[in-house]
């Protein structure tokens, strides 16, 4: 916490960069860190930036971490959105995804978030895993429109190499990924949540209207931000910056006075391809005419006309000056995107 605390210290304010409107506490889990001490945080980060009134503020928290004294307390201190791990309401799945909850603990965490007054916070939900059933994927999503949630975050199950999952299907001791039954659950996820009413407004983002994540909008629209801690990442236009994920060597750093971070340049060619890859994700799309303001005619001429074997079978389309995925083209995000990108 020291060490935290005296990053952002230590953090100079970018030249020219807007003031703060969304602080986000993510990454591990910080539901767990003492209410004096995210009031400290939060202090801190008052005293260093210039805070917009009226800032999203979120708190990414566990299920088995919500209780009714610290969602008072959370509010008090002007945390107004919560994120929360819900990955499923089968406990057969937390069970196999080796989640600390259980079921009725998320059902009960809703219900008190609920009640505390908390009306901005996200769910997060996991498909595609061998356990989960297409019924079962359904129920799930059933579940959260029936609480009516304001937003939800669905993730296909990814099998990271060099982890415990990954090993276990190696040796054949769980199941493998069924990716059909991935794409089947994802376009069922995108269907049923539709009809509700629920805009989806970046591939793995869904949420009632007004009610999209400013932090993660802020990222995809590439927003300036600070990133505080170990392998925090920050940008400020021109530059990506990143600490040391060693805590040891981040806390040694800073007892030193001195920030441990790596940083690159972002180069003409990378600032195209990631505005690619990451507007191709949202619902808005790519913009025509921000590819020729910002990366030349050339540019935009190209990747029209690369788009074109995308648009012919349905996976992409052009509209309004947009290049938008299709419900199907979304299942192919990365590999279209990938084949846009200036190399």
């Known amino acids: 916490m020291t060490a935290l605390l005296k990053e952002i210290a230590l953090t100079p304010v970018f030249e020219g960069g807007p003031s703060i409107d969304t602080i986000y506490f993510g990454g591990g889990t910080p539901s767990l860190l003492e209410n004096t001490e995210l009031a400290s945080i939060l202090d801190a980060v008052k005293?260093?930036?210039?805070?917009?009134?009226?800032?999203?503020?979120?708190?990414?928290?566990?299920?088995?971490?919500?209780?009714?004294?610290?969602l008072q307390q959370w509010l008090e201190l002007g945390i107004n959105r919560l994120s929360l791990g819900v990955q499923s309401f089968h406990d057969k799945d937390l069970a196999w995804m080796n989640r600390a909850h259980d079921a009725r603990q998320s059902m009960q965490s809703i219900e008190w978030i609920k009640a505390a007054g908390f009306t901005n916070f996200?769910?997060?939900?996991?498909?595609?895993?061998?356990?989960?059933?297409?019924?079962?994927w359904l129920s799930n999503i059933d579940q959260m429109?029936?609480?009516?949630?304001?937003h939800l975050s669905c993730y296909a199950l990814t099998v990271e190499p060099?982890?415990?999952?990954?090993?276990?299907?190696?040796?054949?001791?769980v199941s493998d990924v069924d990716s059909a039954q991935q794409s089947e659950q994802f376009l069922m996820l995108i269907d049923r949540l539709r009809s509700a009413g629920y805009l989806h407004y970046?591939?793995?983002?869904f949420c009632r209207r007004g009610m999209e994540s400013r932090h993660n909008s802020?990222?995809?629209?590439?927003?300036?931000?600070?990133?505080?801690?170990?392998?925090?990442?920050?940008?400020?236009?021109?530059?990506?910056?990143?600490n040391v994920a060693n805590n040891a060597l981040y806390v040694q750093g800073l007892e030193q006075g001195v920030i441990p971070f790596e940083k690159e340049a972002i180069?003409?060619?990378?600032?195209?391809?990631?505005?690619v890859m990451v507007s191709l994700r949202t619902s808005e799309g790519i913009s025509l005419l921000h590819l020729e303001e910002q990366f030349g005619e050339a540019e935009r001429k190209r990747i029209l006309e690369t788009s074109e074997k995308y648009r012919l079978p349905g996976k992409l389309m052009e509209e309004e000056g947009f290049l938008r995925l299709t419900d199907e083209g979304k299942l192919y995000a990365d590999g279209i995107a990938a084949d846009l990108f200036l190399v």
């Open 47 to 70: 005293k260093k930036f210039s805070i917009n009134p009226g800032a999203e503020v979120t708190l990414e928290a566990n299920p088995d971490d919500i209780q009714p004294v610290l």
């Open 122 to 136: 996200s769910a997060d939900l996991i498909y595609g895993m061998p356990t989960l059933s297409n019924e079962e």
């Open 145 to 150: 429109i029936a609480w009516e949630l304001p």
């Open 162 to 173: 060099r982890t415990a999952l990954s090993r276990m299907i190696l040796m054949k001791e």
């Open 202 to 205: 970046e591939i793995s983002n």
């Open 218 to 242: 802020g990222y995809w629209r590439g927003q300036w931000y600070y990133g505080f801690g170990p392998s925090a990442h920050s940008y400020n236009g021109k530059e990506r910056l990143w």
């Open 267 to 275: 180069s003409e060619t990378m600032r195209l391809n990631e505005y």
